[in-house]
């Protein structure tokens, strides 16, 4: 058995985990061996920690995952466990929850293999620990499966595990991975650098540059890529960006894609610049490199080629039209003389 256990901090809003009254919001998922991140998220009177769990299980074994719940009230509070599995919601990072009791996630279900909890009582001030067993049946194939354990009270209308309470509960995520022959397959579907969410591959003004990211997860495993984004101008680095370097690691689920945006600094007024970057990911490193040219032209100067180009033509018909003019007085005088 194993058990993955931290301790509390106060939830932050930058967390990976939004609590449930805001709906379960996540960057999700960061995948190592059996360990839990340490934040905490607060609803209702209750707060609930770890906010996100990673533990492996091998087929055919159990495991179980920890989850603390505070109660910060001056009254007991009579508590339910609810097991819900979820998928990705968009491609921003946060997971939608599946609330019936009776269905399952279409994939990667983790509900499956979690055994229901029976309610539970927390006195004022104090803290319950909860433990959840995941029993992974031999026949499970290796791969990422996911799901959340919430918490909401009893007292609210509707039955157990019917998602009724949904807007008064706190949930903590759980990332199960069962080791074995997995596909591991994210691609880079975008690298595009925008202004004000245009792409383009010129720009009149440094302004607002961003680089928009897109990776789809085709594998059956939650992927982390990290790495380092960069500026450059012929052969100086302007500007380096640490991609994905908190900890826990944002991830990309299977079967979903994800979005980042990563603004772009020290791009000068004018020239040629190049945006590049090296991804890696996977258990075994695999790495994307990938890079993209981009110019910063200010209208001005392209005014000036343009007025440049009309000056040039203008220049270039009045000779053409100086020269016919000449080798006509050239041919007329010719004529008089003989």
Avoid: C
């Avoid at 055919?60 to 001056?74: A, E, I, Q, R, Y």
């Amino acid at each position: 058995m194993k058990t993955v256990r931290l301790r509390s901090t106060i939830f932050a809003a930058a967390s990976l985990f939004v609590f449930l009254p805001i709906a379960i919001s996540a960057s999700v998922l960061a995948a190592t061996p059996a360990k839990s991140q340490p934040a905490s998220a607060m609803a209702n009177g209750m707060r609930i920690s770890p906010l996100r769990s990673d533990i492996t299980i091998a087929a055919g074994s159990s495991g179980k995952v920890d989850v603390s719940v505070t109660n910060v009230t001056k009254s007991t509070v009579s508590l339910r466990p609810i097991e819900n599995d979820f998928v990705a919601s968009g491609e921003a990072g946060e997971p939608a929850l599946i609330l019936d009791s009776n269905s399952y996630a279409p994939s990667h279900s983790l509900k499956r293999f979690m055994v229901p909890l029976s309610p539970f009582t927390v006195a004022p001030g104090q803290t319950q620990t909860v433990s959840v067993n995941i029993i992974v049946p031999k026949t499970a194939q290796a791969g990422g499966y996911f799901g959340a354990l919430r918490f909401a009270p009893t007292s609210l209308n509707g039955p157990a595990g019917s998602g009724a309470a949904v807007g008064e509960s706190v949930g903590s995520l759980i990332l199960l991975t069962i080791p074995g022959p997995t596909v591991e397959q994210l691609t880079l579907t975008n690298f595009d650098v925008q202004q004000n969410g245009g792409t383009a591959t010129n720009f009149r003004t440094p302004s607002n540059l961003a680089l928009l990211l897109r990776f789809q997860d085709k594998g059956n495993l939650q992927e982390a890529p990290f790495g380092q984004i960069y500026v450059q101008k012929g052969n100086k680095v302007l500007y380096t960006y640490n991609f994905n370097g908190n900890s826990p690691k944002d991830e990309v689920l299977p079967d979903s894609a994800r979005r980042w945006i990563i603004p772009l600094k020290n791009i000068g007024k004018f020239g040629k610049y190049t945006v590049g970057a090296t991804f890696t990911y996977g258990t075994k490193g695999q790495s994307i490199d990938i890079t993209k040219t981009v110019w910063i032209i200010p209208m001005v100067i392209i005014m000036s080629i343009a007025g440049g180009v009309v000056i040039l033509i203008a220049i270039g018909v009045g000779l053409y039209m100086f020269l016919k003019s000449y080798k006509r007085k050239i041919l007329r005088s010719s004529r008089r003389r003989y």
